[in-house]
């Protein structure tokens, strides 16, 4: 089992920037990879960045490409998500997601094994 804890949401104007946080623990961090997905009200979880279990290789959705970085730190047993020039659309419950594989996070969600619990992001115009 492998347990996700996001933190580093809240209520920003657009324009402005937010570090997402996700703490793992349980089994061993550093062979899953690990990415970010959101869920806006009414509508589906998506894909938002992924990354592989060593960090050298990462993936981004088009929405949020050139604005958003995703990094990890395995001594931590953390992934962040570095999010800037927010926009109003980039509201949602942000979800933290482990999978148990060598590639970069897939962007499908059956492909998951593990999710936190969210953490909501607000961003006004």
């Known amino acids: 089992q492998v347990q996700l804890v996001e933190s580093g949401g809240g209520l920003v104007q657009a324009g402005a920037s937010l570090r997402l946080s996700c703490a793992a623990s349980?089994?061993?961090?550093?062979?899953?990879?690990m990415g970010w997905f959101r869920q806006a009200p009414g509508k589906e979880r998506e894909f938002v960045a992924g990354?592989?279990?060593?960090?050298?290789?990462?993936d981004y959705a088009d929405s949020v490409q050139g604005r958003f970085t995703i990094s990890r730190d395995n001594a931590k047993n953390t992934v962040y998500l570095q999010m800037n020039s927010l926009k109003p659309e980039d509201t949602a419950v942000y979800y933290c997601?482990?999978?148990?594989?060598?590639?970069?996070?897939?962007?499908?969600?059956?492909?998951?094994?593990?999710w936190g619990q969210g953490t909501q992001v607000t961003v006004s115009s």
């Open positions: 997601a482990a999978a148990y594989t060598i590639r970069v996070l897939a962007r499908t969600r059956s492909d998951v094994d593990y």
């Open positions: 349980g089994r061993t961090f550093s062979v899953y990879a």
């Open positions: 990354i592989n279990w060593s960090g050298g290789n990462t």
